[in-house]
């Protein structure tokens, strides 16, 4: 077992354990955010740098600093490390570059794009972005390649940060996607353009943090915001059948893998469940998704909330100092 103290916090976790798992399980806001970093996913992790933090004692038995700035999801914790992330002004500085950086080539199409509410790098830009951006270049653009039935990839909203490919290899048994190419002209495709078939390839729509990949059955339906998200499950053959359904009113709008937290998908779902079964009769409601206060989805106090939950949101027309903030 090794102690780790991260932002003041201390937790006793397995040796080997990543800052980043350490981190998760104390919890709260001092979690690093990861959006390559998936814990289902074996060998995912260290491309996106999103997760940066500073070593300020290295272990007991050598308490000197780190030099640089770690990657959180791929350092293991040592017996009497003292990690700071969001206590560390250097730590939240590179954030902001990183996110910088993630943004030079991905466009700001969020009015339109599927995954605004629900993207993982809209909230990253929100908390730790800049109000312009420096860049002066041409973004990058790509040629429109159609991978199949179900699945919309929009490449220039891509990261590269590898979560779908992975998802492939281990959740299906024939990968034909992946990322070719090398520096700044790598991207997702499928080799003389094979479509995405697998019976779970659909997760790679739910574990891409951007709006690269979104569910053709659903595009441009609603936003999501606009959704009740249910907890449901049906007899299915080929996976568990727990899965979110997101409707408005009666109606199912798309079918996703229930997700938790840190925003990774409990358990992984089939094609049949996400695309397929759209009709209400054919599922049982648990009842409504807990959704985390900060996502923008639980605006919609869909809950069984009998008083708005965002008190400590401004209303139009009122000034900060008229609301009372909550504890
Ligand atoms: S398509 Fe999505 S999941 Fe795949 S590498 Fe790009 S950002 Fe990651
Ligand atoms: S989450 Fe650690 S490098 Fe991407």
Request: proline share 4%; charged share 25%.
């Amino acid at each position: 077992m090794a102690k780790v103290t991260i932002d003041g916090h201390t937790v006793e976790v397995a040796d080997g354990t990543t800052i980043l798992n350490a981190a998760r399980q104390i919890g709260g806001e001092i979690v690093p955010p990861a959006m390559c970093y998936y814990s289902k996913l074996n060998g995912s992790g260290g491309k996106c740098r999103t997760c940066l933090v500073e070593v300020t004692k290295g272990s007991e038995k050598d308490p000197r600093p780190m030099p640089k700035l770690v990657a959180s999801c791929s350092t293991p914790v040592m017996d009497g490390m003292e990690v700071a992330n969001i206590t560390s002004e250097r730590t939240l500085e590179a954030r902001k570059g990183v996110v910088e950086f993630l943004l030079i080539n991905h466009p700001l199409d969020c009015p339109i794009c599927d995954q605004a509410g629900e993207c993982d790098l809209q909230n990253l830009a929100y908390e730790h972005g800049a109000s312009a951006t420096r860049y002066e270049e041409d973004r990058r653009v790509f040629d429109k390649i159609d991978i199949g039935e179900h699945i919309q990839l929009h490449m220039t909203r891509c990261i590269l940060c590898y979560r779908c490919v992975y998802t492939a290899d281990q959740l299906t048994d024939r990968r034909v996607h992946g990322v070719l190419k090398r520096g700044d002209a790598s991207e997702i495709g499928t080799y003389i353009e094979n479509s995405l078939e697998n019976e779970f390839i659909g997760n790679v729509i739910d574990v891409c943090p951007v709006g690269a990949l979104t569910d053709k059955t659903f595009r441009f339906k609603s936003r999501v915001w606009f959704l009740k998200p249910m907890d449901a499950h049906r007899n299915c053959g080929v996976c568990s059948g727990k899965a979110t359904v997101w409707m408005f009113g009666d109606e199912i709008y798309r079918v996703t893998g229930r997700k938790n937290t840190y925003g990774e998908v409990d358990e992984f779902i089939c094609n049949t469940c996400r695309f397929d079964v759209k009709d209400l009769s054919q599922w049982t409601i648990e009842g409504p998704r807990v959704i985390e206060n900060w996502s923008v989805i639980s605006q919609g106090h869909y809950a069984g909330i009998t008083e708005p939950i965002h008190k400590n949101v401004i209303g139009v027309g009122e000034k900060k100092d008229d609301v009372k903030l909550e504890e």
